[in-house]
């Protein structure tokens, strides 16, 4: 049976009983799905046998790549000790003990204690409940609001979709969940004014926190939150003015600060977290994705010890949790995970090396005629398409252009996400120099072809 007839048998199957995420069915079931069917190092492999350097990390994920044996062995050995219990019913196990004090360790020094879950989207929802139960425990219960920005990804749960800040997932909550608010994003390229600093923009950026806060009264504001870099808003990079200053105004009003960092922790921007990194001090840390690289669903909340205080000054329940919180086998993946990082040395390396070489790679196309910026920090980067580089105009249909450049990618054995005309990557932290270099390539390539594509729409 040739490849092609395995791919039209697996893509016909899929589109008889699955339902993807984030995705517009009608228009996937005419294309059909790429099948993936392996993944080895910064590699993966489709049904028809092409090799495709990952520029996503998966999902911002795979942080030390596919096919790691270590970690398939950390599964397999736990499976057989125990595969599963809960952390229900006054019961703990060796490996969620051992994760829970690990990344104690690797956080900032407030934050020791964990709460797991399996997903991102959990983690938000578990902090959302932790922010508000905290005030009402203090004796503050009409602290109830938190404020987050415009195109922030939370998750698609309806209360941490609600949190977020992009209108495509608000229109399928039915309603959005009350009590959250939504400020500027802090990105200078796309949200300020003519001859504005960056300096000067991302203090406005983050004052508009505070009007926010005194439009509703800080007796009825429980915390800012915000992901240190927005990823999927299009890796939205503040400029270095805009932390200090949501620091200082959380600290003004004596308002929680959660750090969203289900993209940004574990590596990616060269520390173990991002709130490191800009020099923040959060409340409440959540995170996912490459906690385990992708190999096993787990997820957690990194808590502030003065939450952990209110809650453990009250004899009572509280009344939340997963049946998957604290899985032994996520656990074991988890500190198997990081005990290879830290081994092979990955965070300093995206600091000092990998973090680097991917923003000279994307600086090579910033003279390109259809790129209005280049940007980067850590192993995170973006490409903003634009018709007029001189005066930033998009093109027509916001998402079309962006679509064509990475349909081209994809053809060219590489992947790179679309966010409306954003391009934007995350590789694996493993990237060594023959991929930075095979990168360069497919993006100049890819990039030649869209302009090809468009160049009647382009301002020269």
Not at 67 to 86: R, S, V
Not at 286 to 308: C, E, Q, R
Not at 318 to 323: I, L, P, R, V
Request: charged share 25%.
């Amino acid at each position: 049976m040739s490849n092609r007839i395995k791919t039209k048998q697996f893509q016909d199957l899929d589109s008889q009983h699955h339902l993807h995420p984030f995705t517009t069915h009608q228009s996937l079931r005419t294309e059909g799905p790429r099948v993936i069917v392996k993944g080895e190092g910064a590699y993966l492999y489709d049904s028809e046998g092409a090799r495709i350097l990952d520029g996503m990390a998966g999902l911002w994920t795979t942080n030390i790549g596919y096919g790691n044996k270590e970690l398939a062995q950390a599964a397999y050995d736990q499976i057989l000790e125990l595969p599963f219990y809960n952390t229900f019913f006054k019961t703990t196990h060796p490996p969620v003990v051992a994760l829970a004090r690990k990344l104690a360790e690797l956080a900032p020094a407030n934050l020791n204690q964990v709460f797991f879950g399996s997903s991102g989207s959990e983690s938000n929802d578990t902090a959302i409940r932790l922010i508000r139960h905290y005030w009402a425990l203090k004796g503050e219960p009409k602290r109830r609001i938190i404020i987050s920005r415009k195109n922030a990804y939370h998750g698609s749960t309806i209360a941490s979709g609600s949190m977020g800040g992009m209108s495509h997932v608000h229109h399928h909550s039915y309603p959005v969940y009350e009590g959250f608010r939504h400020v500027m994003d802090p990105c200078w390229y796309d949200e300020s004014f003519d001859g504005e600093t960056p300096e000067a923009f991302g203090l406005r950026a983050a004052r508009a926190i505070e009007d926010e806060i005194l439009r509703f009264g800080p007796e009825n504001v429980a915390a800012f939150a915000g992901e240190p870099v927005q990823g999927a808003g299009g890796v939205k990079i503040a400029p270095d003015s805009y932390w200090p200053e949501v620091q200082r105004i959380v600290d003004k009003y004596g308002i929680l600060l959660l750090a969203d960092e289900v993209i940004t922790g574990f590596g990616r921007l060269g520390s173990w977290f991002a709130s490191e990194y800009y020099g923040i001090r959060p409340n409440l840390i959540t995170f996912a994705k490459a906690a385990t690289s992708g190999y096993i669903p787990l997820s957690g909340v990194l808590v502030d010890d003065k939450i952990v205080d209110a809650l453990m000054a009250e004899n009572d329940d509280f009344n939340h949790g997963y049946t998957f919180s604290g899985h032994p086998v996520a656990c074991a993946v988890a500190l198997k995970n990081l005990e290879i990082m830290e081994r092979e040395r990955l965070v300093p390396r995206v600091k000092d090396e990998t973090g680097p070489a991917l923003a000279r790679l994307l600086s090579r196309f910033k003279d390109h005629p259809i790129v209005g910026e280049v940007r980067s920090v850590g192993m995170m980067g973006a490409i903003e398409l634009v018709a007029d580089k001189k005066t930033r105009r998009r093109f027509a249909d916001p998402g079309r252009v962006g679509l064509i450049c990475r349909d081209h990618f994809f053809r060219g054995g590489f992947i790179m996400r679309a966010v409306f005309d954003t391009m934007v990557c995350a590789p694996p932290l493993i990237w060594t120099e023959a991929q930075f270099d095979e990168a360069g390539t497919a993006i100049q390539k890819a990039l030649d072809q869209t302009l090809a594509d468009v160049k009647g729409e382009v301002t020269a």
